[in-house]
């Protein structure tokens, strides 16, 4: 690279709580630390101040797939901002906004255009929508199980050289085996839920979507229980609009186990980091798809709270690589439940968390950055 500023642009649907938002929030700021300028294109959202606070540009345009006919004009606008801009990498998160960004880099005469490309964070669906997420001229998979699915999905767009696989990661600072909530924190925690405090505590984060494995949970509880095992179970998401019905089947199933004075939801919290670390076990049991990578797994191992999830998946390479002793076959509710019991009666060994860093995430692309502009 010859040392120049690039300008980095980043798309997707909107700045509110999530994976995707995080690792972009994360990787703006990385952006701008390394010297090169930082914009995010979205459809607005809670966290577009702290994007804007370490000096990254926001520019709100309707790129979701609610706003059909507005990305559409999106398109043509975002054509003029890439060439006023003098966008050096156009860098898209997700399917919709990825269309957005190919259709108004594709308008561009090849010379003006920047380097186009994506990030896949899940386990799409196989169509011609999701096929976007493969025609970057580079292609970052968050983990090993994103790339063979692409591969594998995907052949005809893709080769070995287009996708590079580069882990999510967190910010090692705030996610330490040293970390304690502040006094404040646990104060207000045991008054707002005093009955958590008695039992330990089994916590499933993630938004109430049927993939998560809510159903499995309860029915871990439920076994621990008939075996005189006594826990609390804690399950922390926001509800999708579109699956309140879903949530409201968890509840109905929560009330059909006996569960009511056992298990709490909560909504989505900023404090989930919190709520890992006085957590006694975190679960990670989405089924099919399985995890795409798994933050909240790396967050609690790397919190020192054990985490026992499904073996397969990008949860799995999480697990096999900082804490081996929490994989369980997939499905095998019995052996989630033996697990969970090793995990409360032993202290078992947790490894350092060297692999999945911020600091290994933002160098990595942005050397990818650097070396497709070059």
Request: aromatic share 6%.
């Amino acid at each position: 690279m010859d040392g120049r500023r690039l300008t980095v642009m980043q798309m997707l649907p909107a700045l509110d709580g999530g994976g995707v938002e995080s690792s972009a929030l994360e990787m703006s700021e990385e952006i701008v630390r390394a010297g090169h300028r930082s914009i995010v294109v979205s459809s607005g959202g809670p966290l577009v101040g702290q994007l804007e606070l370490h000096g990254a540009e926001h520019i709100e345009l309707p790129i979701t797939k609610r706003h059909l006919v507005g990305s559409l004009r999106a398109v043509s606008r975002l054509k003029e901002i890439l060439r006023a801009e003098q966008v050096d990498v156009l860098h898209a998160r997700s399917r919709h906004p990825a269309w957005v960004a190919w259709l108004a880099w594709r308008k561009l005469p090849a010379a003006w255009r920047p380097r186009f490309v994506t990030t896949a964070h899940g386990l799409y669906s196989v169509n011609p929508y999701s096929a976007i997420m493969a025609k970057g001229e580079k292609v970052i998979a968050v983990s090993e199980t994103v790339r063979d699915y692409l591969l594998s999905s995907f052949p005809r767009l893709l080769d070995l050289d287009t996708v590079e696989t580069i882990y999510e990661g967190i910010d090692q600072l705030n996610y330490t085996p040293d970390f304690r909530p502040s006094e404040q924190w646990l104060s207000r925690w045991k008054q707002e839920h005093p009955a958590l405090q008695q039992r330990p505590l089994l916590t499933l984060p993630g938004r109430i979507t049927r993939l998560k494995g809510h159903f499995d949970f309860l029915t871990a509880i439920h076994q621990l229980k008939q075996r005189g095992t006594l826990v609390n179970g804690l399950i922390v998401g926001g509800v999708d609009p579109r699956r309140r019905h879903y949530a409201q089947e968890v509840e109905c199933r929560i009330v059909e186990l006996g569960l009511q004075d056992h298990v709490m939801m909560l909504p989505h919290r900023l404090d989930l980091r919190e709520i890992l670390s006085v957590s006694d076990v975190v679960l990670s049991l989405s089924s099919n798809p399985p995890e795409a990578f798994g933050r909240t797994v790396v967050e609690a191992l790397s919190l020192g709270t054990p985490v026992v999830g499904y073996d397969h998946g990008g949860a799995a390479e999480i697990l096999r690589t900082l804490f081996p002793a929490g994989r369980v076959t997939p499905g095998d509710v019995a052996e989630v439940v033996r697990q969970i019991e090793a995990c409360i009666e032993t202290n078992q060994e947790i490894h350092p968390n060297l692999q999945f860093t911020r600091q290994h995430m933002s160098e990595t692309t942005i050397r990818l950055y650097e070396n497709i502009a070059a």
